[in-house]
């Protein structure tokens, strides 16, 4: 006897707590939107454009020497290391110069490195950056020259 009553009080409880589930599925399907692509993917307007995402905050400001600092560390230091000694990180495998070489900078013009730069040069990759940041990373070659 006892354990007929015990069942039934079991099975009336699963029931109440089915109906608990239900009410709350049901409850909360209002909330949950149908999935969409949105959810997944959400809007990135930086990306899959490449290396020209850090140019284009760079050109906004041509002058800012903090830009500029900042477009060498994007680009160039891998390479060529901090102030343009070669020791970047990369910067060995590549046999990247020493910028900051006076008898090298005594011979080369702006215009030759400009032109390297947008170019590039055997390991030297070519940069498609905009003219004011070229001239900018020049400037910055030539204040980073060993006296
Ligand atoms: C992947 C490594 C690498 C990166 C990144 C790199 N360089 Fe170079 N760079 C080199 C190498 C290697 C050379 C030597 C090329 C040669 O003469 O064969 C070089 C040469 C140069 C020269 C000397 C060119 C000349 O006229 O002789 C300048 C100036 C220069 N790089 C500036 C830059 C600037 C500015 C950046 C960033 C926009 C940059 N490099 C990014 C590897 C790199």
Do not use: Y
Not at 118 to 136: C, S, T, Y
Request: with cysteine; aromatic share 4%.
């Amino acid at each position: 006897m006892r354990r007929r009553h015990d069942r039934s009080l079991g099975r009336l409880l699963s029931i109440a707590l089915l109906a608990v589930g239900l009410f709350g599925c049901t409850s909360g399907a209002g909330d949950v939107r149908p999935w969409t692509r949105d959810d997944h993917d959400p809007p990135n307007p930086g990306e899959g454009q490449g290396g020209k995402v850090a140019a284009r905050p760079v050109a906004s400001d041509q002058t800012d020497p903090g830009l500029i600092e900042l477009a060498w560390q994007r680009n160039c230091s891998t390479c060529h290391g901090r102030a343009g000694r070669g020791d970047g990180p990369q910067g060995p495998m590549v046999r990247a110069p020493d910028l900051t070489d006076a008898a090298w900078q005594d011979r080369v013009t702006d215009a030759q490195m400009a032109d390297t730069i947008r170019k590039g040069k055997n390991k030297m990759p070519a940069f498609d950056l905009p003219q004011p940041v070229i001239e900018g990373l020049v400037k910055r070659v030539r204040t980073n020259r060993a006296r």
